[in-house]
């Protein structure tokens, strides 16, 4: 290249410190953006590194999700049976859905499509002020106040017991579970409801017929991750639900939960310990189980966001 | 014309029922809607009620003495200021910088999918499992040891999910118009990102700080094994020092200190609330008055 020819190009090089300073923070966002993969993966492989080595020695996946026997202590024959441990965790769960589910569907369909004005804006500032409230709190709750009422009125010895963990446990999913229905319900196009009223429906005719099976993907979504959450929530379990290795008869019998057992024990291990790696093991099956009821909440969830742009004009 | 013809858009009986259905509906749902928030104003009054007595400024600034049943909170409460500082000043610069790619620079491929699918799993994981995770990574493999160190840094990874959805959703609420002006005046990427988008995006990009302040302090699993102690009279020094906790702090006296009087944990447990719920209505009194005086 002459050198006249050279210097033309270097006119037209607009490279100049601003380019650079771009070229340098489209690296930086990208680290950044890329991050949330690095951490979630960092999570799976620290808890894998502990966990597996558990898993290939000492494992034996008939006792662990067939016995209750859960010692881990026992000098001579520690036994890692979790099932009782898994039972206590879907008791809790299940009923804290059955106590949620209707409760914050009604509310999003309340604050949604009924409530208007200062309202629904003052309901949705309570509701997001209920999902802000600590999961220790909770836990405090269960154990000094719904503790002794559940005493109370059901004559029964114990109040710390699926019951309590449960209903706790639903007050506290409920919030989440409402704004995110709500959102769903939201995300149905105006015109839906305007095309059914135009056509004499009451409101309540055009929630259910018209607005609750459009969004009928965004509900299940809501209702799985509410799932997620009870199922991962640790403190209330940990406090409310009496922790002790059980298989329940009743909402009345104590129970104890995987994810109470791991806050419970981990402190007293010795790091590197077959204890110490079998809880990292119960956390191995808490992060597949959450990572699969997250992954099949974003389907369903893509799912109605793609219909919906089909639909669009 | 005379007056015997019916009105036309008079209702017919079974409009009449109709109408009685969707009153009834109403009413059943707003009840339902009641019964899910009366619990927690009662709760919140009883809170007040047993606890309010406690509090005092001695209880905010005495260290808890004879085995924690008496005494006030003051580690637990500066110990919980260095964990949501050190956890923010780690979270924040990842957070923004993952929404700004996500809002300004992902296109919409494999990439960017598996970016939000990460995202709501770290929102979505156990704490303990967060808590697992901080013991395996830094307090073990990166030699942090417990400290407020690890302990914040557990907590960033966990919350960092509410910092990028928030700021990822007020660079979006800036209009796309902003940006094409600037572009077309020959500005790079980075200049219209530093000088409009993020100048407009700051207040809310402000509410979703202050909201993962309220979400950081409140949280107990995932700082248990990883920095909070359970009983430490002294302000810690350092970041590489154990501390108290506010939440661990509550979880302590209500399940390990059988002899605390009965009124201390209420105490704990309302000053604990009072922060997390004080900082969610900041949240959402900025937001409220931000959306008030938007100029678009």
Redesign the interface.
């Known amino acids: 290249m002459n050198p006249q020819a050279l210097a033309r190009s270097r006119d037209f090089d607009h490279r100049g410190r601003?380019?650079y300073?771009?070229r340098a923070?489209?690296v930086?966002?990208?680290?950044?953006?890329?991050?949330?993969?690095l951490?979630?993966g960092?999570?799976f492989a620290?808890?894998a590194?502990?966990g597996l080595g558990f898993v290939f020695t000492e494992f034996d996946a008939g006792e662990f999700f067939g016995s209750i026997a859960w010692r881990p202590t026992s000098a001579l024959d520690a036994t890692y049976g979790a099932l009782a441990l898994i039972v206590g965790t879907a008791s809790i769960t299940g009923l804290a859905m059955v106590v949620s589910i209707?409760?914050?569907l009604?509310?999003a369909?309340?604050?949604g499509e009924?409530?208007r004005g200062r309202v629904r804006e003052t309901?949705k500032?309570?509701?997001?002020?209920?999902a802000?409230?600590?999961?220790?709190?909770w836990?405090?709750?269960g154990?000094?106040?719904m503790n002794s009422l559940i005493i109370d009125i059901f004559d029964v010895p114990i109040g710390l017991n699926v019951l309590n963990a449960g209903i706790i446990l639903g007050?506290m999913a409920?919030p989440i579970m409402?704004t995110i229905a709500e959102d769903a319900l939201k995300a149905v196009p105006d015109g839906y409801r305007e095309a059914a009223e135009a056509l004499?429906a009451?409101?309540?005719?055009v929630i259910r017929k018209v607005v609750i099976p459009a969004a009928k993907n965004g509900l299940v979504a809501a209702v799985l991750?509410g799932v997620?959450?009870g199922?991962?929530?640790?403190?209330v379990v940990l406090?409310a639900s009496g922790h002790s290795i059980n298989l329940p008869d009743s909402v009345f019998d104590s129970v104890r939960a995987l994810?109470a057992t791991?806050?419970a024990e981990?402190?007293e291990t010795a790091?590197g310990s077959d204890h110490f790696r079998a809880?990292?093991t119960l956390?191995i099956l808490?992060?597949l189980v959450?990572?699969a009821?997250?992954?099949a909440?974003?389907i369903i969830m893509r799912g109605i966001r793609r219909k919906g742009e089909r639909g669009r004009p | 014309m005379t007056g015997t013809a019916a009105p036309l858009f008079a209702g017919t009986s079974l409009?009449a029922r109709?109408?009685k259905?969707?009153w009834l509906?109403?009413a059943?749902?707003?009840l339902?809607?009641a019964?899910?928030?009366l619990?927690?104003v009662i709760?919140m009054a009883?809170l007040v009620v047993e606890g309010g007595p406690v509090i005092s400024w001695e209880f905010l600034t005495t260290p808890p003495v004879d085995g924690m049943t008496a005494g006030g909170i003051l580690p637990a409460l500066v110990g919980t200021v260095w964990l949501v500082v050190v956890a923010l000043i780690a979270s924040v610069?990842?957070?923004?910088?993952?929404a700004?790619?996500?809002s300004?620079?992902?296109p919409d491929n494999w990439?960017t999918r598996?970016?939000?699918?990460?995202?709501?799993?770290?929102a979505?994981?156990?704490?303990?499992?967060?808590?697992?995770?901080g013991?395996?990574?830094f307090v073990?493999?990166f030699r942090f040891g417990t400290s407020i160190l690890a302990a914040s840094l557990t907590l960033a990874?966990m919350t960092?999910?509410v910092v990028?959805v928030s700021t990822r959703e007020s660079l979006q609420a800036v209009p796309r118009a902003f940006r094409e002006a600037c572009w077309n005046m020959g500005a790079?990427?980075?200049?219209t990102?530093r000088r409009i988008v993020l100048p407009n995006a700051l207040s809310g990009i402000l509410t979703g700080i202050i909201l993962e302040v309220?979400?950081t302090?409140?949280?107990?699993?995932p700082i248990?094994?990883t920095g909070a102690a359970f009983f430490l009279p002294f302000l810690p020094q350092g970041v590489l020092d154990q501390t108290m906790a506010m939440?661990?702090h509550?979880?302590v006296i209500?399940?390990q200190v059988p002899d605390a009087p009965e009124a201390l944990?209420?105490g704990v447990?309302l000053v604990?609330?009072s922060m997390?719920?004080a900082m969610?209505?900041l949240s959402?009194a900025f937001r409220v008055y931000v959306r008030g005086r938007k100029k678009w």
């Open positions: 601003a380019w300073a771009d923070v489209t930086f966002v990208f680290i950044g953006g890329t991050s949330a993969i951490f979630i960092g999570i620290f808890i590194r502990e209707p409760f914050s009604a509310a369909v309340f604050i009924f409530a309901l500032v309570l509701v997001e002020l209920l802000a409230i600590p999961s220790v709190v836990g405090f709750i154990f000094s106040i007050l409920a409402t004499g009451t409101r309540w005719q991750l997620g959450r199922f991962g929530e640790t403190m406090m994810t791991i806050a981990l402190g790091v809880l990292f956390g808490l992060f959450t990572f009821i997250n992954l909440a974003d | 409009n109709d109408r259905i969707e509906v109403r059943l749902l707003g339902m809607t019964l899910l928030i619990p927690v709760i009883l610069p990842v957070g923004v910088a993952a700004v790619y996500l300004e620079y992902a990439l598996a970016i939000n699918l990460a995202i709501i799993n770290l979505g994981v156990p704490s303990i499992v967060h808590a697992l995770f013991v395996g990574a073990l493999f990874v960092l999910p990028i790079t990427r980075w200049q990102i309220s979400r302090s409140g949280e107990t699993a248990m094994f939440s661990l509550l979880f209500t399940t944990p209420f447990a604990l609330i997390v719920l969610n209505a959402i």
